[in-house]
């Protein structure tokens, strides 16, 4: 497996000496000066006594000690939430039917994968989730199984194939499939055009829980960085680079339904996706075949292509 594949703690450790300043600029605050911040503080969590829903209430007294504890332990400036509003207001002008700002905003902060890890702890050998993304349609077009979901979009033909079943091994038939990626030119089919339906579809698993279809060999992109999030990106060094990877979500009338990526292996980007989606269970080998090598169901195909076996477990509906 390759190296940029090969150790999640290294990546992760890197950023742990960034920590350690914001409680020692709270100590520096004088005694009476820390009386008035928490009076203001406890006050704005006692304006929610009167809350009907518990969970509602437990919430929003959470995200404002969280709010206030941030301002007073990096001692944020008025321009600095000024700018902080501005950022917020931009990401809605730019948000519409096709583009979620606020989606990249979270995944970019990897408060999308946090809360999938919250929802979606381990359960015995079921398939791991990962992050939604922003450009999944409801209208995907269906195909019969072994067709080929890429409907003209450029790239590297891949042979995708597999089996679902439960977590006791029961195959699950008539299992829906949905899967969506972006094209060899980094992009998916709706930053073309809003009507526009190409490399995704649906299908569904035959009775022994089986699938396969034609795709495209993954291949890395930028997530849309033109807008506010991407200038924070830019503003912090980090790469607006997502790792490739093919989308699946499957449903089940007996199962949890499930979100989640495949990721090649050796891809450049690995670890350092943007929206930190990468899993190690999820990162498979595609493998590349030669121009001549016969296909599965006998396509003839003017050129390289690769094929993937991607195993799906799903959580039962009651688990």
Same mark, same amino acid.
């Given at each position: 497996m390759s190296d940029i594949y090969s150790d999640t703690e290294t990546h992760l450790e890197s950023g742990s000496t960034l920590v350690g300043a914001h409680g020692r600029a709270l100590r520096e605050v004088s005694a009476e000066q820390q009386t008035?911040?928490?009076?203001?503080v406890d006050?704005?969590?006692?304006?929610?006594?009167?809350c009907e829903d518990p969970r509602l209430r437990e919430l929003m007294?959470?995200?404002?000690?969280?709010?206030?504890?941030?301002?007073?332990?990096?001692r944020l400036t008025e321009g600095e939430w000024a700018t902080a509003i501005d950022f917020l207001t931009r990401a809605g002008h730019i948000t519409d039917d096709v583009r979620q700002e606020f989606i990249l905003l979270s995944d970019t902060l990897g408060a999308s994968m946090q809360t999938i890890n919250v929802n979606n702890q381990a359960?015995?050998?079921a398939t791991e989730a990962t992050v939604f993304g922003p450009f999944f349609v409801e209208d995907a077009p269906g195909i019969e199984l072994g067709g080929d979901m890429s409907f003209g979009a450029p790239g590297e033909p891949c042979w995708v194939e597999g089996t679902v079943r439960d977590?006791?091994?029961? #195959?699950?038939? /008539?299992?829906?499939?949905e899967v969506w990626e972006a094209d060899d030119d980094g992009l998916y089919d709706v930053q073309y055009d809003a009507g526009k339906r190409a490399a995704?579809?649906?299908?569904f698993t035959e009775r022994d829980g089986s699938y396969r279809f034609w795709g495209l060999t993954p291949?890395?992109?930028?997530? #849309?960085?033109? /807008?506010p999030v991407g200038q924070m990106l830019a503003a912090v060094g980090r790469s607006p680079l997502r790792a490739a990877h093919l989308h699946f979500m499957v449903s089940h009338r007996s199962a949890r339904t499930l979100v989640t990526h495949i990721f090649p292996e050796g891809d450049p980007v690995g670890w350092k996706d943007s929206v930190f989606g990468?899993?190690?269970?999820?990162?498979?080998?595609?493998?590349?075949?030669r121009v001549g090598t016969p296909t599965p169901d006998g396509r003839a195909i003017d050129g390289t292509w690769s094929r993937v076996r991607f195993d799906i477990v799903l959580v039962p509906s009651d688990g």
């Open positions: 008035v911040e928490q009076t203001l006050n704005v969590v006692m304006s929610f006594v009167s007294v959470s995200l404002v000690e969280h709010l206030h504890s941030f301002i007073r332990e990096t359960y015995a050998d977590t006791d091994g029961k #195959p699950l038939g /008539g299992a829906r499939i995704r579809a649906h299908m291949t890395p992109y930028p997530i #849309p960085d033109d /807008g990468v899993k190690k269970s999820l990162i498979k080998k595609f493998d590349r075949q």
